[in-house]
């Protein structure tokens, strides 16, 4: 069992950045792919990036590709997302998850999804 849990959402201006944190707990975390998704009010939950457990693999969306990072955070036990450059278009609840699969862009290989942290960018 792997519980997740993300913060640092907010309201920002375009051109600002954001980070997003994902703190887990279980003791095989460490053997967790984990992913970011993001939703708006009534559309499907989109992949945002994804980060193996080896930390070998990073997936993106073709729509945050070179402005986002996935990576492990200092702090034990969590994912970070970078946000840099953020558009009114990157607006969503933005979820982290975690899979004990395949690294995936598809969140049906995701086992435990965290309750979301909203994001809001003003033009």
């Known amino acids: 069992q792997v519980h997740v849990e993300e913060s640092g959402g907010g309201v920002v201006q375009a051109g600002a950045s954001l980070l997003l944190t994902c703190a887990a707990s279980?003791?095989?975390?460490?053997?967790?792919?984990m992913g970011w998704f993001r939703q708006t009010p009534g559309k499907q939950r989109d992949f945002v990036a994804a980060?193996?457990?080896?930390?070998?693999?990073?997936l993106y969306a073709d729509s945050v590709k070179g402005r986002f990072t996935v990576s492990r955070g200092n702090a034990k036990n969590t994912v970070v997302l970078q946000m840099n450059s953020l558009r009114p278009e990157d607006t969503a609840v933005y979820y982290c998850?975690?899979?004990?699969?395949?690294?995936?862009?598809?969140?049906?290989?995701?086992?435990?999804w965290g309750q979301g942290t909203r994001v809001t960018v003003s033009s």
């Open positions: 998850a975690a899979s004990g699969g395949a690294v995936s862009r598809d969140s049906r290989q995701y086992d435990y």
């Open positions: 279980g003791r095989t975390f460490s053997y967790y792919d």
């Open positions: 980060l193996s457990w080896s930390g070998g693999t990073t």
